[in-house]
């Protein structure tokens, strides 16, 4: 049997694929306190993760990870911040459950393939606790996140893959920067839009081992 396995490996033998890896980057924020991608924002981030590949285009990604977050009033902007003067420095604990589709084949050595653009979009879980600018200490509690974003990978190997890529991170929360409608710690309507949650971003890069498993045909008889 372990014969006709090897030995139908290109007909009827499959492989089925699985990566663990790990990633680093930069998280960085938009919100009530900083209403534009600032560079000087960015803070580290981490986290591991385990892929499955369903086929040669789609896979799915269950990572859990650190990260620090935070964010200063740009006094130049408009009155309000120069008032203000808010900022917030923090760190959380998340985890995500992704699906990724790859726009080309680029682990089929037949096909000299060795790279390709991928998208992404999940939903998971996160606990920020920060500090404010008062030295007051707060938590967002557990919450929802949707990340979506684009990358790229690189096959290195047989074994070995590199991936960049960047994402949006919807955190259905107000409270990432301590300053919203009903902070107790802003007062004379210095507060935050309840109507506009926070965001977070990532940019990272990653590198993962790929696990092969042959699955043999099986005979009828």
């Known amino acids: 049997m372990l014969f006709l396995c090897f030995g139908l490996a290109s ?13 680093i980057g930069a998280n ?3 919100g009530d306190v900083v209403r534009k991608y600032d560079f000087s924002n960015n803070a580290l981030g981490g986290q591991f993760f385990i892929r499955r590949h369903i086929n040669d285009g789609v896979s799915y990604r269950i990572s ?3 990260g620090k977050i935070k964010g200063v009033d740009d006094e130049a902007f408009d009155v309000f911040s120069a008032n203000r003067a808010a900022s917030f420095d923090g760190s959380f ?3 995500d459950l992704l699906l990724e589709y790859h726009f080309l084949n680029y682990r089929n050595d037949k096909l000299q393939q060795f790279w390709s653009p991928y998208v992404f979009f999940g939903a998971g879980l ?3 606790e920060g500090q404010d600018q008062d030295f007051n200490n707060y938590n967002t509690g557990m919450n929802f996140r949707i990340p979506v974003g684009v990358g790229v990978k690189l096959r290195l190997d047989r074994r070995w893959v590199l991936g960049i890529s960047t994402s949006a991170i919807k955190t259905n929360s107000d ?7 009903n902070s107790p710690n802003i007062k004379n309507y210095r507060g935050g839009n309840p109507n506009d949650d926070d965001w977070m971003f990532n940019t990272s890069i990653s590198l993962s081992y ?4 042959i699955v043999c045909w099986k005979p009828f008889f």
């Open 93 to 95: 604990l998340m985890t």
């Open 126 to 128: 996160y606990r920020m």
């Open 210 to 213: 790929t696990f092969y498993k």
């Open 28 to 30: 960085n924020y938009i």
């Open 175 to 181: 409270l990432i920067d301590n300053v919203s409608a």
């Open 64 to 66: 859990a990870g650190i």
């Open 11 to 23: 007909l009827s033998a499959k492989a089925q694929m699985s990566e663990i890896g790990i990633e």
